[in-house]
């Protein structure tokens, strides 16, 4: 059966599946979401530098100054400088938003590869997840803070657990459907281990969903803690954070209403960002959103 | 040329990738014509531009990516580039009309087929209700669907592969277009099916005096089909000329190719009889699926059943069937990639049937499997290298070691060694099906099986992937388990052939036998469905009578 080669069309070299970060300019409106976002982090990481004076100091007779040259947003009800405050809750409240993110993301990767393989761990872990989202996520928040004592790590853990279920569904739904390609086959033939499979082969199917899913978690966690705090069931009160500077502040809404007003700028701001870079990443990382826009 | 009952028109044509008049030339100065009661068949390979040419047709073409940029359509005499959407709408159904590879994709599931045949009617007549029913029932008994009266209010799902293209061919025929464009109506039924198929149009087409422009890559459907032919490659026209001329005598260097790259459906000479050792070896192996319905009832499907089959070192046994029959079922089972429900499987002379995953894992390396489809059988993210050192690195060989081994495997498949570090979106679907072999002999194998190894690939690449496998067995003694519903492709390369039908071997010998005297009536149809089994395409003439004539 000799027969000429013909040459096949050449296909040009190029390398896909590293879409880079040039997705964070990609419209004007996205490159302001990422410069406030750097912004704001620049400004909690920096804040020790950055804060005029210490956010716990009471200073009983400078309660309720307006802005000042000494006191650029005035102080609260405790003499405390609230620029001060707003820059340290800053840290605070982007740790947890970033926490509650990475620890969702990983437990429920594992959750969720786990129970896209194996049927019978499926039927049991799914179940107890779909259980899980039953519950109000605020509600099991404060139960849980309530019940284990109010400290950082307890509000890390009780705003987590309610968006696990939503990360280990996602992932089981495209291990699911990896699971099935015929190169995952090649792999069970070939003698991979189970966790080689799922490692190598499985998982990198995920990284472009979880990386939306997180930003989606990392500004739902952010306001959560901003909630609990402002509903008294989060962190201590001294502590500044983003909700328990409004949470004082609500008391004096009538005399002072940028208490509440210049936390909660920020805390829109940090959120809004956060889910606008979410959507420019599932932009660049979906294709098939690329060619839905291509195709007008 | 004489201009009265050219149904289509085609001249000079050039199509752009893009508006710029810089853009790639996707269609080059093709020209040609259909006339009434005529059948051209456009051939060529994937990417020649057989399809986008019938789009331009149709004015279907993707607006704004794909752009015709030179040249006329014409159509009855009247220009096509360049008409008003609203005409290309009117002459779409009422004078010209498409029917697609994928019939199942060209229907709407959820609107029964007769109200779908309706929407044409309703669109382009004026007729009422009842006449229009009466012309649909009589279309569809027209293009032979038995109990029309059910069928019209049957949804897609409920009707056979076959009969939704016959749906499409009544739909596309009701308003008597001038134009029938079939693009690969037949290739992805199975081939019982396509030879009724093909029988109805050319039967229409007498009858209506349609003229049909039809696109294959099949020359075996061409020799069915054509009255003339047109070659494609790469977007311009090879050649054209009556159907006879160019199965006899292609005056191009392409068409010759195209045409010798047809695997002969005349099994090649017999190789000596084996005495070496049987490396594999079934027993009665089965295969049930249960499905348990929403009331807790059970129903059960044998995808296989009671089949036996010996395959000795260093020869091949071909399994073919259509579609369902359950060749693939008995693949996935040899493999363990899928668990048998009865029966046994020796390999090596070890039964392996009822090993659980990790006493299985040993004799995992004996046995490998290439997939079907080289674009999906490779993952994307891992380099070629990794990718063929994966099996050997999972038994315990040194990474460098495997990499140098992936190395020589390449080689030995004929691609260039520094494929090594790239990564699979870098080469072509025949490329990447070497990539796969390389990966399946990286485990040195007793037995490989090939799942349908070479049905997604062109004629040409598909001999050049078939010879490889040729040579690879030649070389190292490798016993081969051929899948494949290509009775072609199968009477090339298998020594051996079982024909299976509803899970169950029929009928099973060596290839000549199989393949010249068959002795079941099933295997015999088979045959006879066999597109172009008049012609031997690779020496350019009708296959020797005592042949075709065969019972």
């Known amino acids: ?296 | 040329m004489n201009s009265s009952g050219v149904a289509l028109d085609i001249s000079d044509l050039v199509v752009r990738l893009g508006k710029s008049p810089q853009g790639e030339r996707v269609i080059d100065a093709v020209s040609l014509h259909v006339r009434e009661r005529e059948t051209l068949c456009l051939v060529g390979e994937s990417g020649s531009g057989k399809s986008v040419t019938a789009l331009t047709v149709m004015g279907l073409l993707q607006k704004g990516s794909l752009v015709p940029s030179g040249g006329s359509v014409k159509l009855v005499g009247e220009q096509l580039l360049g008409a008003s959407d609203r005409r290309l709408r009117q002459l779409r159904a009422t004078t010209m009309a498409m029917i697609f590879q994928e019939p199942m994709t060209a229907l709407n599931p959820v609107v029964p087929v007769g109200r779908q045949i309706d929407e044409v009617l309703r669109a382009h007549t004026g007729l009422d209700a009842r006449t229009r029913r009466k012309r649909i029932l009589a279309m569809m008994e027209q293009v032979r669907l038995p109990e029309v009266e059910r069928i019209f209010a049957s949804y897609p799902h409920r009707l056979s592969g076959g009969q939704r293209q016959r749906i499409m061919i009544a739909m596309a025929l009701v308003l008597e277009p001038k134009l029938l464009i079939a693009d690969e109506p037949t290739t992805a039924l199975d081939v019982t099916t396509q030879k009724q198929i093909l029988t109805l149009i050319r039967d229409l087409q007498r009858d209506h005096g349609t003229a049909v422009l039809f696109i294959t890559h099949d020359m075996g459907v061409v020799a069915e089909i054509a009255d003339r032919v047109a070659v494609m490659r790469q977007g311009r026209l090879v050649e054209s000329g009556a159907l006879d001329n160019i199965l006899r005598a292609p005056s191009m260097e392409y068409t010759r190719n195209l045409l010798s790259a047809v695997p002969s459906l005349v099994p090649r000479t017999a190789r000596a009889d084996s005495a070496e050792a049987i490396v594999l070896e079934t027993s009665e192996l089965g295969k049930v699926y249960r499905e348990r319905s929403f009331f807790g009832g059970l129903r059960e499907v044998a995808a296989a059943q009671d089949v036996t089959i010996t395959l000795r070192k260093g020869r091949t046994l071909g399994i073919v069937g259509e579609s369902g029959s359950g060749k693939s079922t008995v693949a996935r089972c040899i493999v363990r990639l899928i668990d048998p429900s009865s029966g046994g499987i020796r390999l090596a002379g070890r039964e392996i049937s009822e090993l659980p995953r990790r006493l299985l894992q040993p004799h995992r390396k004996r046995i490998q499997i290439i997939f079907q489809d080289p674009y999906r059988s490779l993952n994307p993210r891992i380099t070629v290298g990794e990718t063929i050192a994966e099996g050997p690195v999972n038994f315990g060989i040194p990474k460098q070691a495997a990499l140098a081994k992936a190395r020589e495997l390449l080689e030995l498949v004929d691609l260039p060694t520094d494929a090594i570090s790239r990564y699979p979106h870098q080469f072509s679907g025949g490329q990447r099906q070497r990539i796969a072999i390389a990966r399946a002999l990286a485990l040195d194998p007793d037995v490989l099986v090939a799942d349908e190894a070479v049905s997604a690939l062109d004629v040409s690449v598909q001999a050049q992937v078939l010879e490889l496998l040729d040579e690879i067995q030649t070389r190292l003694g490798i016993a081969l388990l051929f899948i494949t519903h290509d009775l072609r492709v199968a009477a090339q390369i298998c020594d051996d052939v079982a024909v299976m039908q509803r899970g169950r071997i029929v009928e099973q010998g060596p290839a000549a036998q199989v393949l010249t005297n068959p002795q079941q009536a099933y295997t015999r149809q088979l045959l006879e469905a066999a597109p172009g089994r008049e012609w031997d395409f690779a020496n350019f003439r009708p296959v020797a009578r005592t042949i075709a004539a065969m019972p």
């Open chain 1, 1 to 296: 059966m000799a027969i000429e080669i013909l040459p096949e069309p050449s296909i040009p070299v190029t390398t896909p599946f590293r879409p880079g970060l040039g997705f964070l300019t990609a419209t004007p409106i996205i490159a302001t979401a990422s410069i406030c976002l750097a912004l704001v982090i620049l400004s909690a990481i920096l804040a020790p530098w950055l804060a005029p004076h210490d956010p716990l100091l009471l200073a009983p007779a400078q309660r309720l100054k307006p802005a000042s040259a000494l006191f650029l947003l005035g102080t609260d009800g405790y003499g405390r400088d609230v620029l001060s405050r707003i820059l340290y809750g800053g840290r605070i409240s982007l740790l947890i938003g970033l926490g509650a993110a990475i620890f969702s993301v990983g437990v429920g990767l594992v959750i969720g590869l786990v129970s896209g393989f194996f049927k019978w761990v499926d039927a049991v872990v799914m179940r107890i997840m779909d259980g899980l989202m039953a519950i109000p996520s605020i509600l099991l928040a404060i139960a849980v803070v309530s019940l284990s004592g109010a400290s950082l790590m307890t509000v890390l853990v009780a705003i987590t657990i309610p968006e696990i279920p939503r990360v280990a569904r996602l992932v089981r739904s495209v291990v699911l459907s990896a699971r099935e390609e015929p190169y995952v086959e090649a792999a069970i033939s070939v003698g991979s281990s189970l966790p080689k499979i799922m490692w190598r082969h499985l998982m990198p199917n995920t990284i472009a969903p979880l990386i939306v899913q997180g930003t989606y978690v990392c500004a739902s966690a952010i306001l959560t803690e901003a909630i609990l705090s402002f509903l008294g069931a989060g962190i201590s009160p001294e502590t500044p954070t983003w909700g328990n500077i409004m949470a004082e502040g609500r008391a004096y809404f009538q005399i002072k209403p940028s208490l509440i007003f210049w936390p909660g700028l920020l805390l829109s701001i940090a959120i809004l960002s956060v889910n606008l870079i979410g959507d420019a990443a599932r932009d660049a990382l979906d294709p098939r959103m690329k060619q839905r826009e291509g195709g007008k």
